[in-house]
């Protein structure tokens, strides 16, 4: 039973999120009024791939233009019956905070370090909560593509009437298979697109910062531009953009499950709270050893030989596995912001195999007491500033 409750938590979630917008897709009125419009499902399915896409790259700008632009273009008897995305109580707040998301990016470059940061770690957030509420748009905008087939609410099985089939209704089955794939798309785009706030966050430069904002502004643009030019044209370059990612997914889902951890224990400042277990703690992998690509989230223990094991769960929810490190003697490394597991190598050389979460700064040597390790030692910043006070001669001398 504890195996499932990960994976039946997170479809809970989900399925919390998405039930308004499925109920609101799926119950449509029996009879309506206004005239009806034959669009083609080709045309709305290139539509919505290029709406998909833009959302996924910059959710709250994205699901806020768009809902804006719905309700731009739809009349007055239209507007009450549009989704919750298109109303004026969510795109009117969704496009301020973009606002000020842009004039903290215009004066970032002006900001120093230690103020910019912060502001960082906050978009991270933000772009993090964005992402879950635009989830919610999706299942409404795949639907849109059988919707707009026959607006009137009537049979898609109006086309066969000669073949005496006018009275099936085949909407349920176009819906069952538009909306995974949509949320597919998106999740996939989104990840990727996601990845370039954690990259922000752990970049040093200011000049980095703004030439990876500037990069997924123009791709978005040029999603924009191209579906502007021709709804088939958007959806030939949306659809380039979502196989371009594909490849880089996994890494992506690391490395924004790496930033999540870094920012939250940091703002946080959840090592005031925490004490290191003395059975395991959690750790990522710094680099690709034994199959397991870098970082890779899993808690570190030791095994019942003295040997150091990690355990990690693949998507974090699948099924437990392990993966013993190397054999040989460790360290812990005492950081600026994070310990660090330390492979000692007969030529005096000390890679890093494991970076340890902020959580444990300042709680080295109970970590290398619960893996089973004799020596902590400074790396890094760190590092450099204990040689600097013992050169000048304010610190201990090394033995």
Partial sequence: MKRLFRPLLVLSLVGALLWPSVIEAAAA??????????????VQAAQTLSEITGIAISPLLGVGAVGAF????ASAAERAELSWYAQPWFWLPALLVVGLCMVKDGAGTMLPTSLKKPLDVL????????????????????????????????????????????????????????????????GVVWVVSHSVNVLILVSPFSTVDAALKTFRASLLASVVGMHWISDYAGAIWAGIIVLACLPI??????????????????????????TPGTAENWAFTTREWKALPSRTYGKLARGTAGELVLRYRPLLVLQART????????????????????KLEADGGAPDLLNFPPRYQGHETALASAC????VRDVGLRAAWTWIKQTVGFGPATT
């Fill in 123 to 186: 978009e991270l957030f933000e772009n993090k909560a964005s992402g879950l509420i635009a989830t919610g748009a999706i299942v409404p905008m795949a639907m849109e593509v059988f919707k707009a087939v026959n607006p009137d609410g009537g049979s898609l099985g109006a086309g066969y009437a000669g073949m005496h089939l006018a009275a099936l209704d085949f909407s349920w089955l176009g819906n069952l298979l538009m909306a995974p794939l949509a949320l597919f798309v998106y």
């Fill in 70 to 73: 719905k309700y731009m273009k």
């Fill in 372 to 375: 089973g390790v004799r020596e």
């Fill in 323 to 342: 993966a013993t490190l190397p054999a040989g003697d460790y360290a812990i490394g005492r950081g600026i912001l994070h310990p660090e597991l330390l």
């Fill in 29 to 42: 009125p029996a009879a309506k009024t206004r005239p009806t419009t034959t669009v083609s499902p080709g």
């Fill in 249 to 274: 997914a996994g890494w992506a889902l690391r490395l924004g499950i790496f930033g999540h951890v870094f920012a939250w224990d940091l703002l946080t400042l959840r090592r005031l709270r925490t």
